[in-house]
């Protein structure tokens, strides 16, 4: 099972980009799909999760500037994030919850980053 992850660049503040993450391999199912940020200097940390089910949550930081999405049928997640500011520099990464076909349990997987650069 492979992530790859797509959509960064230079945006100036106040723009918008939108992520892609599109997992491909042996997938019998996604459960959720998240995610993350690492600004330099800083440790990863969460951003916006959807289930399965399409169920959504951003944290704070973003809440109301970005969305989550998805798009079962093709394994992909989407992070759509308007009105960018210099806070949100960081590499961006998927990840997701995956049970691959003909095995037991679930495991997660990670996308490789993709880099996002707000300039002020």
């Known amino acids: 099972v492979q992530l790859q992850a797509s959509g960064g660049g230079l945006v100036q503040a106040g723009g918008s980009l939108r992520l892609s993450c599109v997992a491909s391999?042996?997938?019998?199912?996604?459960?959720?799909m998240r995610w993350y940020r690492q600004a330099p200097g800083n440790e990863r940390e969460p951003v916006a999760t959807?289930?399965?089910?399409?169920?959504?949550g951003v944290t704070n930081s973003v809440k109301g500037r970005f969305t989550i999405s998805r798009d079962n049928a093709k394994n992909t997640v989407y992070l759509q994030m308007n009105r960018l500011n210099s806070e949100d520099t960081a590499v961006y990464y998927c990840n997701a919850d995956v049970r691959r076909r003909g095995q037991v349990g679930v495991f997660t997987y990670w996308g490789q980053g993709t880099l996002v650069t707000v300039s002020s």
């Open positions: 391999g042996s997938i019998s199912s996604i459960n959720d």
């Open positions: 959807i289930t399965s089910g399409g169920s959504a």
